[in-house]
C-alpha cells in the first residue's frame, strides 16, 4: 500500500516539472534564434553587395552622356560603401566590335587598317565610303567578400562566399 500511496503522490507533485522542460527547450530556441540572426546577417551582406553594384551601374549610365567614366572612382564609391579593399572590387571596361561575340580591352583593336577612328560614321577614302566599325563599350563590376558564420565553430556549414557580377553597356 506504501507503494501505491508514494505512486499517487508522485503523480500529482508538478513541482520541477518547468525546469525539467526548460532544460530541453531552451538550447533548442537558443540554437534557432542564432540560426536566425546569421540567415540575417548573411543575406542583409548580399542585398548590401548587390546594391553596392547597382549603385556603380547608376553611375556608369549617369555620366555615359558626354562625360568620360573614371573607373577608379566608381571603384572607390563601390569600396566606400560597402568597407571592402583593393582585392574585392573590380571596374573593368571592355570592348565589343561591330556584332563580333567576343570582346576587347582596347578600342583601337576594332579599327581595320585605313578605315579612320572610332565613332560609328562613315568616311571616304580613296573616292569610296567605308563604314568605320561600331564599338560598344561596357563595365564590368565585380564585387566579392566572404562570411564565416558562428556556427561553423560548432562545426556545421562553412564560410559562405559572395560574388556580385554587374555588366553594363555605356555606349
Not at 572607390?76 to 571592355?94: A, H, P, Q, S
Not at 563580333?100 to 576594332?110: G, R, S
Not at 560614321?121 to 563599350?137: D, I, L, R
Request: hydrophobic share 40%; glycine share 8%.
Amino acid at each position: 500500500m506504501t507503494m501505491l500511496r508514494f505512486r499517487r503522490l508522485a503523480l500529482r507533485d508538478e513541482k520541477g516539472s518547468i525546469a525539467v522542460e526548460m532544460a530541453f527547450v531552451v538550447p533548442i530556441l537558443a540554437t534557432f534564434a542564432l540560426g536566425a540572426f546569421e540567415i540575417g546577417t548573411i543575406f542583409s551582406r548580399q542585398q548590401e553587395l548587390q546594391a553596392a553594384a547597382l549603385e556603380g551601374e547608376t553611375i556608369a549610365l549617369a555620366v555615359a552622356r558626354g562625360a568620360q567614366i573614371h573607373v577608379d572612382e566608381i571603384e572607390d564609391i563601390i569600396k566606400t560603401t560597402t568597407r571592402l579593399g583593393d582585392d574585392n572590387v573590380n571596374v573593368t571596361r571592355f570592348y565589343r566590335c561591330d556584332a563580333d561575340a567576343n570582346t576587347v580591352d582596347n578600342p583601337a583593336l576594332c579599327i581595320a587598317e585605313g578605315e579612320g577612328e572610332v565613332d560609328g560614321e562613315t568616311t571616304e577614302e580613296g573616292g569610296e565610303e567605308a563604314n568605320k566599325p561600331v564599338v560598344s563599350s561596357y563595365l564590368r563590376i565585380e564585387v566579392t567578400d566572404s562570411y564565416t558564420p558562428v556556427w561553423k565553430d560548432f562545426g556545421i556549414g562553412d564560410t559562405i562566399n559572395y560574388d556580385v557580377e554587374r555588366t553594363v553597356q555605356v555606349s
